[in-house]
């Protein structure tokens, strides 16, 4: 058998399991498959199905209470089952590299970026420091990040989430390897961004004969970009087979299930939106209205100040939902710190509920944040692991309220209940729960104190299909029910098609599109909103088996 024709990879009947104290719980089981030289082979299926202890796995990168119970790992025909983390160091970066989904968590909060995209190439290579410091700079424009030579000297702290990401990928592809697991790559990122990576990805795939194992929830991404689907269900590989014959006759019911969720709008029919936003419209003073807003950062001596966000207005009808919608750096958590009053304008009004937030201090403004709460992106790194979900959701009616404790009891247990949880996870902590579920305590969180306003900073992009779905669909039963007006900042434009009535595009911090969703889809006024559209993954269609 030749080289070429060894699988880059090959797992053999792989099991894991979990150790929590004396007892195991096994959640991967009996796995096969193969990736192939420049083949792309996209895993998918819901959070917890085994995707990433799968992908950690093959690299060596188990939590510490994970363990292989049965089965082989073999990369280019060498069985790695049994090396020691000393013997697997040398293989990640060089032959085998990893894209992890956490952004947040996995880069060296005390290195600079350029300190930290230039040790893989210390590690592996011989290059001069002024050879490492130039393919470092080549590296970080490569992954489109702009203004390279700023970044490097830049810590993480001070990068978005989309940033963050864009600087794994550099770190990942730096040394050409056999093999990149890509867990998640592009769930942070706008689908500019998405198709520039992946672009990215592909061109070193074809240059190369890099093999891609592609962990993803979006189905649309991986029909798009897979040679060959895995899809996973509790563990268990339940269907695999060729992309273009998989999608036009998935055969098993959980896979048929995924692709409708994909495709599906959870929403009512269109005139019941349009009533929504017709009504806030008459009542008069708008939930949100921003006149002329500007915010302008020092970034150090010898540079241009950042205008982060640039004269931007727009106003929000009560009850209905407005989308921030633009790239990572675009000015979209600028925008929204500044609603929050967490940051002061440098010019510009900014009235919720007919109230100047820049003019508040001090216990008015602590006052003022009953009306406006926020929604994380990610409901993992939000929630204090060491409260259980009661305490949690408890919390700020504490930090406002001097109520007797069976009236806090009640009113979380009410919340709870409204977003469609169960009472019994109240006595559970966030790590006991799914990606799902903790979403659900983050929004119950935010609602206890009956806000008019919620801020949702990418509530949904860190959640596969079916849990968004789900998500989305809670969020408009709440708006219906409640009357709150949503501020809704993403970069998944499918999600602002079904749940927004209005739209502002940020593009450097300037606004170049902002109406009503139909409209702007449909008569965008700038060509940054026009390549957005263009972007958008098309989701697969399902034909019948």
């Known amino acids: 058998m030749s080289a070429l024709s060894i699988p880059v990879l090959a797992l053999e009947n792989l099991s894991i399991a979990y150790r929590d104290g004396n007892s195991k719980k096994r959640v991967v089981h009996d796995v096969s498959l193969t990736v192939n030289r420049g083949e792309v082979v996209a895993l998918v299926g819901e959070s917890g199905s085994g995707k990433t202890t799968t992908a950690q796995a093959i690299i060596g990168l188990l939590a510490e209470n994970g363990e292989r119970e049965t089965g082989r790992i073999i990369i280019n025909g060498v069985d790695i089952t049994q090396w020691s983390q000393k013997r697997l160091d040398g293989l ?13 968590s996995s880069l060296n909060p005390v290195q600079t970026i350029g300190e930290q995209v230039g040790e893989i190439l210390q590690l592996h290579g011989r290059l001069s420091r002024k050879e490492r410091n130039a393919q470092v700079l080549a590296l970080l424009t490569r992954v489109g990040l702009n203004h390279p030579e700023r970044r ?10 989309g940033m963050k990401q864009r600087v794994l990928i550099a770190i990942a592809v730096a040394l050409q390897p056999e093999l990149i697991i890509a867990d998640e790559p592009t769930s942070a990122l706008d689908v500019t961004v998405q198709k520039r990576i992946l672009d990215l990805v592909d061109q070193l795939r074809v240059a190369t004969g890099t093999a891609v194992l592609f962990v993803t929830h979006d189905l649309s991404v991986a029909a798009a970009r897979s040679d060959r689907i895995v899809v996973f269900r509790q563990g268990e590989i339940v269907e695999q087979g060729d992309t273009k014959t998989f999608i036009q006759s998935p055969k098993h019911p959980y896979t048929r299930k995924l692709f409708e969720d994909s495709r599906t709008s959870f929403l009512p029919a269109t005139p019941a939106i349009s009533n929504i936003s017709n009504q806030g419209a008459s009542r008069g003073v708008p939930a949100i209205e921003i006149t002329g807003l500007s915010k302008v950062f020092s970034i150090g001596k010898g540079s241009a100040p950042l205008r982060a966000v640039d004269n931007v207005s727009f106003s929000v009808a009560r009850a209905s939902t407005h989308a921030l919608v633009g790239e990572s750096g675009s000015g979209k958590t600028t925008l929204a710190r500044m609603l929050l009053g967490f940051q002061k304008p440098d010019a510009g009004t900014i009235l919720v509920e007919g109230v ?28 204090d692991p060491s409260q259980t ?15 007797p404790k069976a009236e806090r009891q009640r009113q979380v247990e009410a919340v709870t209940e409204r977003v469609a ?10 790590r006991a729960l799914s990606g799902g579920q903790r979403q659900r305590v983050a929004i119950a969180r935010a609602l206890i104190l009956s806000p008019a306003v919620l801020v949702l900073d990418e509530a949904t992009s860190a959640l596969d299909v079916t849990v968004q779905a789900q998500i989305l669909s809670l969020l408009f039963q709440l708006q219906q029910e409640l009357g709150l007006t949503y501020l809704f900042i993403t970069h998944d434009l499918d999600t602002v098609r079904k749940l927004a009535h209005t739209v502002s595009v940020l593009h450097a911090g300037r606004q170049v599109d902002y109406g009503g969703t139909t409209e702007v889809f449909h008569h965008p006024t700038s060509d940054y909103t026009r390549e957005l559209i263009r972007a958008i993954p098309e989701a697969p269609a399902l034909h019948a088996a």
Do not use: C
């Open 421 to 430: 949880l169960p009472l019994s996870v109240l006595q559970r902590k966030p």
């Open 389 to 403: 979900v009661f305490q949690l959701i408890e919390e700020p009616l504490l930090n406002f309220d001097r109520l």
């Open 92 to 104: 990640r970066g060089k032959h085998v590299s990893l894209i992890p989904q956490d952004p947040g």
């Open 152 to 161: 490097a000297r830049q810590y993480p702290h001070e990068l978005s989430g």
């Open 356 to 383: 100047d937030v820049s003019a508040l201090r001090g216990e008015s403004l602590r006052q003022f944040r009953r009306k406006i709460q926020l929604v994380y992106q990610n409901p993992f790194t939000s929630l």
